[in-house]
């Protein structure tokens, strides 16, 4: 069974600071991983994903997350953040098995004060 | 118009009434998906459905029932609603495939049960 656990529940940041938010992933098998990001209101979309390849992948508005296999971690980092990130940000797991269905960790709240 | 689509999105209702959440989706996605959000627990799969004629319930279905009207349809029913079903709701879709896919996420239908 696959689990995934968000290390911190709120990080709060000045505008322009640099982030990151941590996730760390439980599987016997081979994972896909996500980042998905829920503004006030509003429901998830995808940020960025690993499927394969290049361990690091980046978002079109900054963020990069980098797969590191050896520590099952998936860390969410972006060098200067603006008050728009502001928002819930959940890593996700999947496998070839699971079809669509996802575990999600806990979520994170990312504060960006100015 | 969102490309899926939940109704109602807000909710309040007394212990012990049914209550029918809808999901409607333009996506031509075979498979589709109730999740419940709670704070600190993240999201949490209740039913799935990889086609019309395919349901399997997910982590939490206790207390949950699902239709799959069409490929477009999809609606969670909550039998005789208690207060801990209190939450806000997630219907998602995802194209056919292996766990690579990417999930799209409804608005959200936030319940209140008193």
């Known amino acids: 069974a696959q689990s995934v656990t968000q290390l911190d529940s709120q990080v709060p940041v000045f505008e322009e600071a640099p982030v990151e938010l941590r996730c760390n992933y439980s599987?016997?098998?081979?994972?896909?991983l996500f980042w998905y990001v829920q503004y006030p209101n509003q429901g998830l979309q995808l940020l960025l994903k690993y499927l394969s390849g290049s361990t690091l992948v980046k978002s079109i508005n900054g963020f990069e997350a980098e797969f590191n296999k050896s520590q099952t971690s998936f860390h969410l980092r972006k060098p200067s953040v603006h008050i728009s990130d502001t928002a819930e940000y959940f890593c996700a797991v999947s496998h070839d098995n699971q079809g669509g269905k996802l575990i999600f960790g806990q979520g994170t709240e990312l504060s960006v004060k100015p | 118009d969102a490309d899926v689509t939940q109704t109602p999105r807000n909710r309040i209702t007394k212990t012990g009434k049914r209550i029918m959440l809808e999901c409607s989706q333009t996506k031509g996605h075979d498979r589709m998906y109730w999740y419940r959000q709670d704070p600190g627990l993240g999201l949490r799969l209740i039913y799935y459905?990889?086609?019309?004629?395919?349901?399997n319930k997910g982590e939490i279905s206790d207390g949950y029932s699902v239709s799959r009207q069409a490929q477009a349809k999809f609606s969670l029913s909550l039998e005789s609603a208690i207060p801990n079903q209190t939450a806000l709701y997630f219907c998602a879709t995802s194209a056919a495939g292996t766990g690579n896919t990417e999930a799209f996420f409804g608005q959200g239908t936030r319940l209140t049960v008193v």
């Open positions: 599987s016997s098998v081979s994972v896909y």
């Open positions: 459905s990889f086609d019309v004629k395919d349901i």
